[in-house]
């Protein structure tokens, strides 16, 4: 296999320009990227304009007019859902947009770009700050008719949604959330709302229908699921998509990025990240790896990842899609790469074919987001984050240019970014982007302690059925290689972690010595104590939930979160311990020189803290593990058991969320 299929910009051969027409916004637009665009039933190319990163500002639906070339602002955002000015950005709709049976339009913010007075982009960093965090997602609708939009409301506080999907047959809109990886059904008609649970780690986004009017999406570490919508049942399928790791990408995705059903009538799927394209019949149930998309091990030399976004069927049953090249993200200072055009006769045995780079002499697409083909075969190419420049849109009569297609790269586009000197201002973009990074490394939010062993997966180990039962509801060292838990949700299961491996998942049944030794530890009743801290008028909630000895000291954790330290009759208050909801558990080092606890509300993301008479109480972080390789990516939202083992090496982590897993970390 060929190494590359581009080495340099003497390999950005310009695709054919039979048919073509593109639409460039101006450089200096504080609107510098698309991540939202839809044909309309009536064939119109609506997309949403958006921010990232650094200009604090907010999404405008537009809609783009092909025979004139032109495009149109429908609303701004801010002018609909009446945002605070100090709060995180609703800068995007994301992969949203969808028709309604009464005609209007609806789609769903979500945040990419900061509050005014942050250095940067930080939606975790300020998750529970009620003023300047994200206020969640909106559920907005649009008239093209009147042109009216109206907001429906936040479904869920502080969360973004990540992307959602209209059910025509029974009126109701699917979302995903990008913080907690919960998926929700909002019904129009009863204006309910209902939770499905964590169904990815967090960050996924896609949802796409089969031809049976079924939901598919995928976690984010790569496991496909459904939602049968005319039952409501979420079913897991069991089967983990053919990932690609990335070594020198600083992140991990597995998860689906897009999908069609293609003239045979399975659902064509491709992921980021995966070089395979992947067929599911889903009238047997069945996947089939079709192949690789890219004939070559890199589309660019300089690249460390490559991927597909967008992706259509035309009316031929003929698969186009874009694939992007990218460096950012990976410790080095971003260069631009181009995209690149390939069609594929996927369904007919063909293989894929190159066909040029996306756009024209004077702006190639950099960061392909979005590819839409109309029913008059109209194909729209959205170019995305061309630096801090924006956004642009290509679009391509594929009746005229199918006569042409393979008359190409007898150009080479001149768009000056993609120099290998580029001008000052997309060297100051790069300075920029680096910067940001480390800012954001220096500011991190994860826990940074090393992993001991590689986490434990308890959902996978009981799917498909039984993944409700996986959360994590007490843990127990029995010697300093034997960890030994207790998940529960409709039924009780018990497990034994030995060095890291799983040995065993039993129904609790199976063993009731064991069940009752966890059950006896997960009951127990802290001593009553009075003068508890507490957050005025709700001193109601200064009880005692947890407490673990230090040395000749208790300390205590309340159920409002708070900490405080206990000797005889003096009570020492240490303050919060979690931004909200209870301390949940809390293990003492064998030594008695340290405690570590978990608290958090059910619907935060859960914190890990620690307490030392030397240090003091430190929050030490969310349990969040995002670094290229196999077992990656887990968030762990609802943190519910902690446990040291008894050599005092290692700290092991439950999750209560609906994908109930064990962390373990290094502590000395």
Not at 9 to 18: A, E, F, G, K, N
Not at 299 to 317: L, P, Q
Not at 393 to 407: E, G, V
Request: net charge negative; proline share 5%.
């Amino acid at each position: 296999m060929r190494e590359c299929l581009i080495y340099g910009p003497q390999d950005y051969r310009l695709m054919s320009q039979t048919g073509l027409r593109q639409f460039v916004f101006p450089l200096e637009s504080d609107h510098n990227a698309i991540w939202d665009s839809s044909i309309s039933p009536d064939g119109t190319l609506y997309f949403a304009l958006a921010t990232e990163l650094s200009t604090a500002g907010y999404v405008r639906l537009c809609r783009y007019n092909y025979e004139s070339n032109t495009v149109d602002e429908l609303f701004r955002v801010e002018d609909v859902i009446m945002p605070s000015d100090r709060s995180i950005r609703a800068s995007k709709f994301h992969t949203s947009i969808s028709y309604m049976n009464d005609g209007r339009m609806v789609m769903t913010t979500h945040t990419t770009d900061k509050a005014p007075q942050h250095p940067t982009w930080m939606p975790v960093a300020y998750f529970h700050h009620l003023w300047e965090g994200y206020q969640g997602s909106n559920i907005v609708v649009f008239d093209p008719k009147t042109g009216k939009a109206e907001n429906l409301g936040c479904p869920v506080p502080h969360e973004s949604i990540y992307g959602s999907i209209y059910d025509p047959k029974h009126n109701a809109l699917y979302f995903t959330g990008w913080l907690k990886g919960h998926t929700y059904r909002y019904q129009f008609d009863d204006h309910s709302l209902f939770d499905y649970g964590q169904c990815s780690e967090n960050a996924s986004f896609r949802l796409v229908f089969d031809k049976e009017g079924r939901i598919y999406s995928s976690s984010r570490s790569g496991w496909m699921y459904r939602i049968d919508t005319k039952t409501g049942k979420l079913q897991d399928l069991n089967y983990r998509i053919p990932f690609h790791t990335y070594p020198e990408y600083g992140a991990d995705y597995k998860g689906l990025s897009h999908g069609g059903i293609g003239p045979d009538g399975r659902l064509y799927m491709c992921f980021f990240y995966s070089r395979k394209i992947i067929a599911f019949d889903s009238t047997t149930d069945t996947f089939e790896e079709i192949g690789d998309y890219l004939s070559t091990e890199k589309h660019n030399v300089n690249e460390t990842r490559n991927g597909i976004f967008g992706m259509d069927f035309d009316s031929k049953g003929v698969l186009w899609y874009a694939v992007f090249s990218r460096n950012c993200d990976s410790g080095r200072r971003e260069i631009g790469m181009p995209s690149s055009l390939f069609r594929w006769d996927i369904a007919r045995g063909g293989r894929p074919e190159w066909m040029g780079i996306i756009g024209t002499k004077e702006r190639a697409a950099c960061w392909t987001s979005e590819v839409n083909i109309s029913h008059d075969d109209i194909m729209y190419i959205i170019g995305s984050n061309h630096a801090v420049d924006g956004p642009d849109i290509t679009a391509i009569d594929l009746k005229l240019y199918r006569k042409d297609m393979r008359n190409f790269g007898t150009e080479l586009t001149q768009d000056s970014y993609y120099w290998e000197n580029p001008p000052e201002r997309y060297q100051k973009a790069a300075d920029f982007f680096f910067e940001n990074g480390r800012f954001l490394e220096h500011n991190n939010w994860k826990v940074a302690l090393p992993l001991q062993y590689e986490p434990i997966r308890l959902w996978r180990e009981l799917a498909p059925d039984h993944i409700d039962d996986s959360p994590v509801k007490q843990l127990i060292w029995e010697t300093p290689a034997k960890l030994c838990g207790l998940c529960s949700g409709a039924a009780d299961f018990v497990f034994v972690i030995e060095q890291g491996k799983l040995t065993s998942l039993t129904p609790a049944s199976e063993q009731p010595a064991l069940y009752a030794k966890l059950c006896k530890k997960m009951n127990a009743v802290p001593t009553p104590r009075i003068n508890l801290p507490y957050y005025p008028g709700r001193q109601y909630k200064a009880v005692a939930v947890q407490e673990e000895r230090l040395g000749a000291k208790t300390v205590v954790g309340t159920m409002d979160g708070m900490l405080a330290v206990c000797e005889a009759e003096r009570i020492f208050s240490l303050g919060p311990a979690a931004y909200n909801g209870p301390v949940r558990d809390m293990a003492a080092m064998p030594d008695g020189t340290a405690v570590y606890g978990v608290g958090g509300d059910k619907d935060d993301i859960g914190i890990l803290f620690s307490y030392d008479e030397s240090n003091g109480l430190r929050w030490l972080g969310h349990v969040s593990y995002d670094v290229p390789c196999a077992f990656s990516p887990v968030h762990c939202n609802i943190l519910t058991a902690c446990a040291i083992s008894p050599d005092g090496k290692t700290l092991a982590i439950g999750s209560g969320d609906r994908l109930g897993t064990v962390m373990f970390y290094r502590l000395s």
